[in-house]
């Protein structure tokens, strides 16, 4: 009777959210990671094509134990989702120790990653007019001039409607004043290396940045593969603030 009873209690709460307008309920969708968004279209036949409306796509390598998985999952996700306007994009194919269930022995995910895939998630989210995108390679156990280029990830763009981008452990090998971020007002830069020949005046070339925010981040000298030590110089005529540490 009890497992009845919260079956029906399950199904009763399922049935009075379905009864909201479908814009609130992607609006309630968009804060959960997309893994758990795509679970809810067991709930009811009515839920079963919600997730392919959300405006927002949140992408997490670590809630798949198996890599083959999470590949598998992403390109579910893009294929099948409605051809519609994303507002947010969050893509985190990060490497983490992690404490095996009943065991002292760390284990480390396996560092193997799909480039390819990686580029494919970014080609989609500026197709579909992303405006605030968020991409995280961290890998706290390699030093950061060993993370992938951003000109490799991103390939040449000419315009875009991107207003915000975080990115964790990418190697800016190029302006990014050169990629048509013509409208972009926020930067959050973690475990980036910049490339010594774009390292000084670095980010004139956006025109609409307010915001700048860099975290471990380190100036690096490909031709040589030493440290950069010359200074970093910020500039912007729509400047308001930024932070270093």
């Known amino acids: 009777m009890g497992n009845r009873r919260s079956g029906e209690e399950d199904t009763s709460s399922a049935d009075r959210l379905s009864h909201l307008p479908e814009p609130i309920l992607h609006h309630i969708l ?23 409306h959300v405006p927002v796509l949140d992408l997490r390598r670590l809630s798949f134990q198996e890599y083959a998985s ?10 099948l989702r409605y051809p519609l306007s994303l507002h947010k994009l969050s893509y985190r194919d990060n490497y983490e120790w992690y404490k095996q269930s009943g065991e002292e022995s760390e284990t480390f995910i396996s560092e193997f990653r799909d480039v390819a895939m990686c580029i494919e998630v970014i080609q989609y ?25 951003f000109t490799d990830l991103f390939g040449t763009i000419s315009n875009c409607n991107l207003k915000t981008l ?29 490339a010594s020949d774009q ?16 975290s471990v981040c380190q100036p690096w000298d490909y031709s040589n593969s030493i440290e950069d030590d010359r200074g970093l110089k910020i500039s912007g005529p729509q400047w308001l603030n930024s932070v270093a540490c």
């Open 30 to 52: 968009s804060f959960l990671d997309t893994k758990s968004v795509v679970q809810t279209s067991v709930l009811s036949r009515a839920w079963n094509r919600l997730w392919k």
């Open 70 to 79: 999470f590949q598998w999952f992403v390109y579910m996700v893009l294929d």
């Open 125 to 149: 989210a500026l197709y579909f007019d992303i405006e605030d995108l968020l991409i995280d390679l961290d890998n706290e156990y390699k030093d950061i001039y060993q993370g992938d280029k």
């Open 166 to 194: 975080d990115l964790t452990y990418i190697c800016i090998n190029d302006g990014l004043g050169s990629c048509g971020f013509g409208v972009l007002t926020t930067l959050n830069l973690r475990h980036c290396s910049l």
């Open 199 to 214: 390292y000084v005046d670095f980010f004139s070339n956006l025109p609409s940045l307010k915001h700048l925010a860099m």
